[in-house]
């Protein structure tokens, strides 16, 4: 169960709603946009998957950045507390040599398949991790290591070429399906499966979802992309506010989602788009909560709470001499508390002025990851639209690249 | 060594930098702020801890929250890398009942000493937590363990008076420090030298940049405060791009001190405040760069730079059939990768028209992260006091507070 509680405006015949609906539905039935139809190309790749003999790996390596490892990173967090035998996963993301290093110390070389996942295929990070994890741990791609190392790319790209060369065998992203919206193509659905996770459930939370987007068009949806919209050059951080610590990859997989989907050049030339913001409750309170409180009227907060953690801790009946005023929460579990400060903190931020809605799940289940995932791609979808920016590309981060090879190669 | 490189106006008599300046000394001088003169009041301290017999313990339990925590995890995970051998710390903070049991897992009861840290004494998460683990534990507080369990919090508050009761270990923060100015007092000190850190050098880092704040008066940081404050209309998203992972804890600390000390109902009752961003390069060049360089040009950007990570694993000098446009990095260290990466981008996003600055610490040494840690403080006192709010209060957060007291009082 997923329930929205907002007072975005209702739609009557608004036409931005209308167009933008129209534009997605457009992108899907084309193929022009990639990401609507993975959760359905994801049930038989799941099949494939299967007859991959994967029980001799007790650990998952994953070396990619970026859209090639958030996404995954999102799901393992959130379903990790429910299913501790999943096997483990590391990710090699940044070049920071002091944490290449430290995962290093904790590969089990002979027990680990090695994911190396990058859209492109160039991704300089990951393209040196993978090297030097070659050349660390020995591994002979010619060799005994080739049914170890799995690739995942676009169809055709260097590393896919490079793949073939060594018969190492190749998953591919859609070339219709950009990195941040890839989290359910062979991206996040291979490697998750490998782990052990329950894979089938996330797809079909995500299909159900976009089903029913393009069926009934979730008005609440629409609503709430034309107040972004409408108010993007007022309330242009976009706060979102999770009340669990194994929301906090999902939260900076959001971000990167709404960042540079929408951070844009537009058609007018205008450097558009909003910036997101990934918040833990209720620690943050204690770090964030005054800023939106009382400082300036820039932002929206959407709340995320999970009502049921599989965990029924309880806040101690003990009364500690001079501390008795805080005895009022003892005895209650701690996820009634921290939803008790999720519904407080709304309804203080509301009142301080500030458009604020909340998304609830009853459990941090398969299938409700499935649905978050989807509502946050259609969401950034539907803004892009009414933006007039190209959601789907990032030219911005070019010349960076441009200028760390000129500085190298020269070296 | 810390250097800093920045392009903010040259200072000639501006009267309102000059101004906050002398607030600042007049701060200090009177007393009415204390944070200033944390570092020497640490080194007596640091004398007492001497005192106590820490070696029976090999792990160290902290429960607190927001001020309360963020700074000793910042110092914890910067200094980690090159002090392997320091006892592990636990933090207990959110009220997230997976992480509460997680970590109780984790706790080895005999052998831990046990830290309870807050300001006001009452905090919620904080005393709900600690009497949870009062009574998972079997804690005995009037017999056995009270030379196990020890108290921060400001002298007189309810907490103290607890300690008072049970004769506990108290360590009292100065009334005129706030919480998240608090990491150099008794908050920090006193944990982390129980972890075995060498504190006395963090302080003296501290202690020499005041020193040197108020002799030199840094124009450097007097032009980017200055700078701060007069485009807070425009540019009022402050990103601080930390090129470590090491540093992702230190960011977070950094939202808390700018979020909170800026984001303030000014004299005029009007909403203003600068909203902090933390984020890790190079990473986040695969998920907010796009935003920054393209989107609205409402951001300015701080660099931070650590020109050698004590670890000089290279890019390994293997050549992948198709994968050799990828080769221009080979054999170079992971380090000066990332190094030539943070200032690619720099350079990229300055030409976009972005105002960046940088921070470059030769190592993460003790010296430099106090260095880094009153930086940041004075910064935030400078605009604070340009922005005529209230700096050290936090008025905001109170309104949750009631309305969770009255929810669950009632229930």
Known sequence: MIAFENNFEKLSKNDLAQKAFESLREEMESGAIGYYTLPEIGIPLLEEVKSIKTDTFTQIV?????????????????LRPANKEAKEILFFENSDPVTISSLMQRVRPEEAAFFVISKSGSTIETTSIFKTVIAHFRLELDAKDNKRVFVITDEGSDLD?????????????????????????AVGVVPLAFAGYNVLPILKGAL???????????????????????NAQTTSITVLFSYADSMEQFNKWFVQLWGESLGKIDAHKRNTGFTPIGIIGAVDQH??????????????????????????????????????????????????????????????????????????????????????????????????FMSGVDTYNQNGVELGKKILYNSLSKQ
Do not use: C
């Open 62 to 78: 994953v070396i990619g950045i970026g859209g090639s490892s958030l996404g995954i990173k999102a799901i393992d967090s959130m």
């Open 161 to 185: 070429k490079f793949a073939k060369h060594y018969v190492l065998r190749a998953f591919h992203i859609p070339h219709n399906v950009g990195g941040r919206f890839s989290v359910l193509s």
């Open 208 to 230: 159900g979802f976009v089903e029913r987007f393009f069926a009934h068009k979730e008005n609440h949806l629409l609503g709430k992309a034309l107040f972004y919209y409408k």
């Open 287 to 384: 770090s964030f909560l005054q800023l939106i409180v009382e400082g300036p009227r820039d932002k929206t907060v959407t709340f995320v709470r999970v009502e049921d953690f599989g965990n029924d801790l309880r806040i101690a009946d003990v009364s500690l001499k001079h501390l008795e005023q805080t005895n009022f929460v003892n005895n209650k579990t701690f996820a009634h508390l921290i939803n008790e400060q999720s519904k407080a903190v709304m309804q203080s931020v509301s009142e301080s002025g500030i458009m604020v809605d909340a998304i609830t799940l009853d459990t941090l289940s398969e299938q409700n990851v499935g649905k978050l995932i989807v509502y946050f791609q259609l969401l950034a979808s539907l803004v892009g």
